[in-house]
């Protein structure tokens, strides 16, 4: 047996179920957004609008913008990413930004929410730079309505993604700060994984790129977030799924890729940051009372190590029984993670 072939078998033995090219066939016309203007959104009392991203390696794709706007004249935004298997439904967390003088957007990132396409497969990306156009486009828009203060924020695959971000534009980034919450930079796996597997998968993603990893069907963190479990909120499953569909190789290679890149460019990265983190990981996949007092998607000890290597400013900070989105937790996790972030914009005003 070859080494490759040896090396698959134990990647497949350490507990992933793999799922050779399983292909969504769609079959109807890929057109691509033409209204751009803004309408009512989902949210009451915010707006969206799509942006015309372009042809993708999927075929036509968009992102969209979402926004509060403030009712007394502010100059300052914050501008929200998502993370995987996510998209923009924190109403609260807009209103608290807007509450407090600032204009709120977000973006639904392209394959995801709003954005998503009936030709897509949810949650695809082939390498983590597509989406720097979407948060350009969001940027331009933002300077566009008189914003001159702005503040980048991300949660897991989007905390990765506003890092990287930042990271490869280096002074050029166009934002004043970058704020993450749980942000993904380090796979919760054993070294081996780490080490072997995923590389050896995303090395395979460019090969395969199509080929998907089965997710573990474990509904502990759902049912820590939706109201009619254990949690406190509502919003789209069809959007934010119960259980997360199976990955690509390739959107393996890509968190990868991003994840080493920004950790050999760290140093490039301009502005100050921020990075919260749970107080403590959770184990498991079916629900139980410890979910809603930590992260059971990534280890915040991870996080609290990469983190602290990051640019030249920073506050790294653990909020004490904290979930993996942390301004998803409950009531007093929640206050304290809302008010890290606001100690953080004080201080690099």
């Known amino acids: 047996m070859k080494k490759t072939t040896l090396l698959l078998v134990a990647v497949f033995a350490a507990g992933s179920a793999w799922c050779w090219n399983i292909n969504?066939?769609?079959?109807?016309?890929?057109?691509?957004?033409?209204?751009?203007?803004?309408?009512?959104?989902?949210?009451p009392g915010y707006e969206a609008r799509y942006v015309n991203q372009g042809e993708a390696f999927d075929g036509p794709c968009r992102s969209t913008i979402v926004r509060l706007l403030s009712d007394k004249p502010t100059r300052k935004a914050y501008l929200y990413i998502h993370g995987f298997n996510d998209?923009?439904?924190?109403?609260?967390?807009?209103?608290?930004f807007v509450d407090s003088g600032y204009n709120f957007y977000?973006?639904?990132?392209?394959?995801?929410?709003?954005?998503?396409?009936?030709w897509q497969y949810p949650f695809n990306v082939r390498d983590m730079k597509e989406y720097f156009a979407d948060i350009d486009s969001a940027l331009v828009q933002i300077r566009r309505d008189g914003n001159t203060d702005i503040t980048l924020?991300?949660?897991?695959?989007?905390?990765?993604?506003v890092l990287y971000f930042a990271a490869e534009k280096g002074e050029e980034c166009g934002v004043d700060r970058v704020v993450t919450d749980s942000p993904f930079l380090e796979w919760n796996y054993n070294a081996f994984m780490r080490d072997v597997g995923a590389p050896v998968v995303g090395f395979l993603g460019k090969i395969f790129k199509n080929a998907k990893v089965k997710q573990?069907?474990?509904?502990?963190y759902a049912y820590s977030l939706l109201k009619q479990y254990h949690g406190q909120w509502k919003y789209n499953t069809d959007w934010k799924m119960v259980y997360s569909p199976p990955v690509t190789y390739s959107w393996v290679g890509a968190i990868n890729s991003a994840q080493g890149r920004l950790m050999k460019k760290r140093e490039r990265i301009s502005v100050p940051i921020l990075v919260m983190h749970s107080s403590r990981k959770i184990e498991g996949c079916g629900w139980t009372p410890e979910f809603q007092t930590g992260d059971a998607v990534l280890d915040p000890a991870m996080i609290q190590a990469r983190g602290e290597r990051l640019g030249h400013e920073r506050m790294v900070c653990t909020i004490d029984s904290g979930i993996h989105d942390l301004i998803l937790s409950e009531p007093v996790p929640r206050r304290a993670a809302y008010d890290t972030i606001f100690h953080f914009l004080r201080v690099y005003r």
């Open 24 to 43: 969504e066939k769609y079959t109807g016309p890929k057109t691509p957004v033409t209204d751009t203007s803004w309408h009512e959104d989902i949210l």
């Open 87 to 96: 998209y923009f439904f924190q109403s609260e967390m807009g209103r608290i």
């Open 106 to 118: 977000a973006v639904d990132l392209r394959r995801y929410g709003r954005s998503k396409e009936p």
């Open 153 to 161: 924020s991300g949660h897991s695959t989007g905390g990765l993604t």
């Open 216 to 220: 573990a069907e474990c509904d502990g």
